[in-house]
């Protein structure tokens, strides 16, 4: 089925996290949220989200730089043209064009979900989905003491989340992690997620967390190494999973060749759209690597769009695709993203597309930036 893209609207929120999210690398308190309206030439109307961040510390993006891409490179080669498939965007983009994979995602994303809409499918069928439901769960940002520590992820558990992350750095790793397995015992779905906060020259550090029984630790080194992964990787039990070193099928099959990991976090806005991230899933479904889905402190457009991608068949572990309020006090879609008291979440099958309705009259409130980008002749 032919799409044609007749506009593109980018407005940007600001959306108030109901708590500050700390990493190793950074705080955020507000969401400043990148949010791209697409209109195909029928009149077909979606939405997507550009997941960069406010600061350029996870990635090399932002919200701002992403904003110029799409203006400045991404719209002009998706406007007005004709893609026989949602699979031709990415390449489109790719040609000649280095970089900017979470303004790319942001518009490729949204001609899958344009498809799904013009084929009247849940966004999740078009992708290959097959799960009628996805396994949640939380990743909890680093907290002032260990006790504070253990009383969210207490809560946690209570709650129903299927996977505990708790961010660490160096001086909030070792002791936190020791006294939140001490407190919710061996059985607890525990694992880590540094952000790059160390180096092989703490190597004597991570061991210690070797012994805490973790699912896996992500991301302990540098967010674009391979190769001091893989030397790490030999001397710990506990597998490592790649987040931001992984943006592309390529790096994931250099993680297997290196064995600088043995799961994979696929974030579809990290990896430039939904073609790339359907390749690393198939490539770590022969590979016998497990897959699971990150989060970005996603609103519910982007959340849509995850829960339809953990909804294939190799997303066999938790994602990172929480309820919406465990974020914000109001979302800004409808219904909101909840989740069971066993820790599930369901994925949207009786109506096409990202299956949650935008609130177009709260974005509007909440919208501090916007413009319109149409064909320029
Ligand atoms: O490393 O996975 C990460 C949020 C911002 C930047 C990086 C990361 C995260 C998260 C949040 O862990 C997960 C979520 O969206 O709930
Ligand atoms: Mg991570």
């Known amino acids: 089925m032919p799409l044609r893209l007749e506009r593109l609207t980018l407005h940007e929120i600001q959306l108030p996290l109901r708590e500050p999210f700390r990493i190793s690398s950074g705080i955020q308190t507000t969401r400043r949220i990148l949010l791209v309206e697409l209109e195909e030439a029928r009149g077909a109307v979606v939405w997507s989200e550009c997941v960069a961040s406010e600061q350029p510390n996870y990635s090399p993006e932002t919200v701002d730089t992403a904003w110029l891409a799409i203006r400045d490179w991404v719209a002009p080669r998706v406007l007005g043209h004709t893609f026989e498939?949602?699979?031709?965007?990415?390449?489109?983009?790719?040609?000649?064009?280095?970089?900017?994979?979470?303004?790319?995602?942001?518009?490729?994303?949204?001609m899958w979900a344009l498809d799904a809409e013009l084929r009247q499918v849940p966004l999740a069928?078009?992708?290959?989905?097959?799960?009628?439901?996805?396994?949640?769960?939380?990743?909890l940002g680093i907290q002032s003491s260990p006790e504070a520590l253990v009383e969210r992820a207490g809560r946690a558990v209570l709650a129903g989340y299927?996977?505990?992350?708790?961010?660490?750095?160096?001086?909030?790793?070792?002791?936190?992690?020791?006294?939140?397995?001490?407190?919710?015992?061996?059985?607890?779905?525990?694992?880590?997620?540094?952000?790059?906060?160390?180096?092989?020259?703490?190597?004597?550090?991570?061991?210690?967390?070797?012994?805490?029984?973790?699912?896996?630790?992500?991301?302990?080194?540098?967010?674009?190494d391979l190769r001091c992964h893989a030397e790490l990787q030999r001397q710990l039990r506990t597998p490592l999973c790649l987040d931001e070193s992984i943006t592309s099928l390529d790096r994931a099959k250099d993680m297997v060749a290196l064995g600088s990991g043995r799961i994979i976090n696929i974030k579809p806005g990290r990896v430039g759209g939904f073609g790339p991230s359907l390749a690393i899933h198939d490539f770590c479904a022969r590979s016998g690597i497990?897959?699971?889905?990150?989060?970005?402190?996603?609103?519910?457009?982007?959340?849509?769009?995850?829960?339809?991608?953990?909804?294939?068949?190799?997303?066999?572990?938790?994602?990172?695709?929480s309820p919406s309020s465990r974020y914000w006090l109001e979302d800004v879609v409808t219904p909101e993203w909840t989740m069971s008291e066993d820790g599930l979440m369901a994925v949207p099958l009786s109506q096409p597309g990202i299956g949650v309705t935008v609130n177009r009259k709260r974005i509007a409130d909440l919208t501090v930036r916007k413009e319109l980008l149409v064909r320029s002749r």
């Open 162 to 224: 299927r996977k505990i992350k708790l961010k660490i750095e160096p001086g909030a790793d070792v002791t936190y992690l020791r006294a939140v397995r001490d407190a919710l015992g061996p059985g607890a779905p525990l694992m880590a997620d540094a952000n790059n906060a160390y180096s092989l020259a703490d190597t004597e550090r991570l061991l210690e967390l070797d012994e805490l029984g973790l699912m896996m630790i992500e991301q302990p080194l540098a967010w674009d």
């Open 85 to 110: 498939d949602p699979t031709q965007v990415f390449p489109t983009l790719e040609r000649d064009f280095r970089g900017h994979l979470m303004a790319k995602a942001a518009v490729e994303m949204g």
């Open 125 to 139: 069928h078009r992708l290959g989905g097959t799960r009628t439901c996805i396994e949640v769960g939380i990743s």
């Open 290 to 321: 497990p897959v699971w889905c990150g989060g970005m402190l996603e609103s519910g457009v982007g959340r849509g769009y995850n829960v339809a991608l953990a909804s294939l068949s190799n997303f066999v572990k938790p994602g990172d695709i």
